[in-house]
């Protein structure tokens, strides 16, 4: 139940609420901020040798870092890196969607992402929405004394179905973890918005009072039925999605669920 309303948690008042937890490329932001940063590259191409080297270690997160680093040695500065990345168009409705939330006392909102973090808040404050999330769980980054861009993985995990820098369903576990040791909160639906394959990990770990926003079109959405598609007496991952599925193709369609929820349980508790 998703109501603003307290209970014993531990000898102290638990506050209840509800969790969203955002993807960024393609989720917040309607592109790849990783794609959209080549455009400042000379003609706009990446070097074939940042290409082989990438077929060699097969890290995007090493990927981007060179990328970064030619960036650099291409005379692109701080200031044009920045003003490119805060021209990023958001999805349709997400500005509204992450406004609302900021001004609902029973939502919090946090962002686990494979972009990174100098990227991802720069872009939100750019948008006047840097109140809009509690945390942002992304691979960390930020420019040296020279004006170069250092990206490193998020963190180091055991998931084998995972990319190796960041596993959004050990983020999810340990934040839930954190919360209900150091604030007395208690999440009652977290609700997953996302679109690609590495959001998949993290909707196999909802439970059946919990909510998953699949892009339409992209590729967690086809994950998702080719999951349930699945013969019914099989024990692969198509019995671990106890979550409701909600597919969406803008993010008007999910502020209104959302204000459908609270305008309901307002109802009842008047």
Known sequence: MIVSCETIFGGEMATRKMLFVFDFDQTIINCNIDVWIRRLLPNGKVPKQIKDRYKEHDSWTQYMADIFSHLHSS??????????????????????????????????????????????????????????????????????????????????HECQRCPVNLCKATVLK??????????????????????????????????????????????????????MSVRPDCTANCKRIKATVIPWDDAFQILHYVQEIYSSKTDKAN
């Open 75 to 156: 005379g692109i500065h701080k200031s044009e890196i920045l003003d490119s990345i805060a021209e990023v168009p958001f999805t349709p409705g997400m500005v509204e969607l992450l406004k609302y939330q900021q001004t609902a006392p029973s939502i919090d909102t946090i962002i686990a992402s494979d972009a990174n973090s100098l990227f991802i808040s720069h872009i939100l404050e750019s948008a006047d929405l840097q109140g809009a999330y509690q945390e942002i769980f992304s691979n960390p980054a930020e420019f040296d004394e020279a004006g170069c861009i250092g990206i490193n993985h998020y963190h180091k």
């Open 174 to 227: 340990a934040y839930l973890q954190k919360k209900s040791q150091i604030d007395p909160v208690v999440y009652d639906t977290v609700a997953f918005v996302g679109d690609g394959t590495n959001d998949f990990c993290p909707c196999l770990s909802l439970g059946e009072n919990d909510l998953i926003f699949a892009r339409k079109g992209y590729r967690l959405m086809e994950e998702i039925e080719q999951c």
